[in-house]
C-alpha cells in the first residue's frame, strides 16, 4: 500500500480474519495503523458449522501456526496478569471486534 501511496487507515482498505485464524497477524497489521477486523461467526449451529468447516478446509495451511498462536497467547496472558498486577489497564485500546452473522 506504501508503494501504491496509501496510508494504512485508509477507509477503503481493510483486512479481515476469522477469530482464531493467524490472529498474530491480524494484531500486527492493527497495532501498525492498518484497518484490521476479527470476524466472529454466530447464528444456528445448522448455519455456522457448514461455513467453518468450509473456511476450515480452505485454511489448511493457518493450522500450523496454531503452537505459534498458542506461544503469542500465553505471552499476552502473561502480559496481562502482570498489567493488573502493576495497577495499568491490562487491555490496550485496539480496534472494535466485527460480527458477521452467517446465514
Known amino acids: 500500500m506504501e508503494r501504491l501511496g496509501i496510508s494504512p487507515d485508509h477507509g477503503g482498505v481493510h483486512v479481515a480474519q476469522l477469530k482464531g485464524m493467524a490472529d ?17 461467526a454466530y447464528g444456528e449451529f445448522k ?6 468447516i468450509r ?6 495451511d493457518a493450522f500450523g501456526a496454531l503452537q505459534f498462536d498458542r506461544l503469542l497467547m500465553n505471552q499476552e496472558i502473561k502480559r496481562r ?7 495499568s489497564s491490562p487491555v490496550p485500546s485496539n480496534k472494535p471486534e466485527t460480527v458477521v452473522k452467517v446465514a
Open 24 to 40: 498474530h497477524l491480524t494484531v500486527a497489521l492493527g497495532d501498525s495503523g492498518y484497518n484490521a477486523h476479527k470476524l466472529f
Open 47 to 52: 448455519d455456522v458449522m457448514p461455513f467453518l
Open 55 to 60: 473456511r476450515m478446509n480452505e485454511n489448511q
Open 81 to 87: 496478569i502482570i498489567s493488573l498486577l502493576e495497577g
